[in-house]
Nanobody
Framework: QVQIVESGGGLVQPGGSLRLSCAAS????????MAWYRQVPGKQREWVAL????????RYVDSVEGRFTISRDNAKNTVLLHMTSLKHEDTAVYYC????????WGQGTQVTVSS
């Protein structure tokens, strides 16, 4: 079973930046459109950014467009999310998975934006 590990979260002030990383236990991401999701207590998990298997297709939800950048390194089997100009409302647990949610969820990484 593929194990996904997210890292890079933390406490940051509004306007700050973080870089999240997602890795799998083996070369599981190749061929998949991958996505970053986030979830806050009491709400459904929502995707915020996706990237196609080649890396040529990228989409963001409106709320993060222009502030977040998703990328992937297929050789290293990792997916990254560079977050800038962070806002209070970006506070959430962030997860990665395929866009079709093919893999078991990892533990996620907590991002807290607070002054």
């Amino acid at each position: 079973q593929v194990q996904i590990v997210e890292s890079g979260g933390g406490l940051v002030q509004p306007g700050g930046s973080l870089r999240l990383s997602c890795a799998a236990s083996r070369s599981a991401f190749n061929g998949y459109t991958m996505a970053w999701y986030r979830q806050v207590p009491g709400k459904q998990r929502e995707w915020v950014a996706l990237i196609t298997s080649s890396g040529n297709g990228i989409r963001y939800v409106d709320s993060v467009e222009g502030r977040f950048t998703i990328s992937r390194d297929n050789a290293k089997n990792t997916v990254l999310l560079h977050m800038t100009s962070l806002k209070h409302e970006d506070t959430a647990v962030y997860y990665c998975n395929s866009f079709q949610r093919d893999f078991a969820w990892g533990q996620g990484t907590q991002v807290t934006v607070s002054s």
